[in-house]
T-cell receptor
Framework: DQQVKQNSPSLSVQEGRISILNCDYTNSMFDYFLWYKKYPAEGPTFLISISSIKDKNEDGRFTVFLNKSAKHLSLHIVPSQPGDSAVYFCAASAKETSGSRLTFGEGTQLTVNP | DTEVTQTPKHLVMGMTNKKSLKCEQHMGHRAMYWYKQKAKKPPELMFVYSYEKLSINESVPSRFSPECPNSSLLNLHLHALQPEDSALYLC??????????????FGAGTRLSVL
């Protein structure tokens, strides 16, 4: 049972435009969500997180939105840059099942074209 | 500084070899993790150490043996691996033990090939 789903395996956008990456979850116990970026042959890099008590968190060009009723979160990157081209993983954790256990989605390959 | 250092970067071993992967962090983090990642798949949790004690073992085969000598170091001892164990092995750390809530910071990984 895949509890965190990223339904788009890939996304292509033009430089300067907005990139929107989506993630859905099924486990209502999840209360902390994270986004990671991964380049080939490197480990995932933490980008931004959000607690379930918030519906938005912003850090520079990156904004994460959380819609608890829909069990949906999204990552907005504005403006997109070619260096943002990477695989993006959504992850979630639930305090009751150990706050440190992350459940990852399958990832979305973002390509930003110059 | 959010650096987690893993050595070696690449490792090729035969099925009868014994080798170790090493991970080091100097951020004062109290939880450390081993993950396995196959190509085009998300990381899979293997082990979690919280305050230097093993707190999670995700039913990993005994040919993988973790060790946490101190709060900064994490090892993964490998013995009698199978070709299907070939993968990217990632180490991560987070500030608090497993009761805390914080991001995990990953190393660059060790690319392991089992022949």
């Amino acid at each position: 049972d895949q509890q965190v789903k990223q339904n788009s395996p890939s996304l292509s956008v033009q430089e300067g435009r907005i990139s929107i990456l989506n993630c859905d979850y099924t486990n209502s116990m999840f209360d902390y969500f994270l986004w990671y970026k991964k380049y080939p042959a490197e480990g995932p890099t933490f980008l931004i997180s959000i607690s379930s008590i918030k519906d938005k968190n912003e850090d520079g060009r990156f904004t994460v939105f959380l819609n608890k009723s829909a069990k949906h979160l999204s990552l907005h990157i504005v403006p997109s840059q070619p260096g943002d081209s990477a695989v993006y993983f959504c992850a979630a954790s639930a305090k009751e099942t150990s706050g440190s256990r992350l459940t990852f989605g399958e990832g979305t390959q973002l390509t930003v074209n110059p | 500084d959010t650096e987690v250092t893993q050595t070696p970067k690449h490792l090729v071993m035969g099925m009868t070899n014994k080798k170790s992967l090493k991970c080091e962090q100097h951020m004062g983090h109290r939880a450390m993790y081993w993950y396995k990642q196959k190509a085009k798949k998300p990381p899979e949790l293997m082990f979690v150490y919280s305050y230097e004690k093993l707190s999670i073992n995700e039913s990993v085969p005994s040919r993988f043996s973790p060790e946490c000598p101190n709060s900064s170091l994490l090892n993964l001892h490998l013995h009698a691996l199978q070709p299907e164990d070939s993968a990217l092995y990632l180490c991560a750390s987070s500030p608090w033990g497993t009761s805390g809530r914080a991001a995990q910071y990953f190393g660059a990984g060790t690319r392991l090939s089992v022949l």
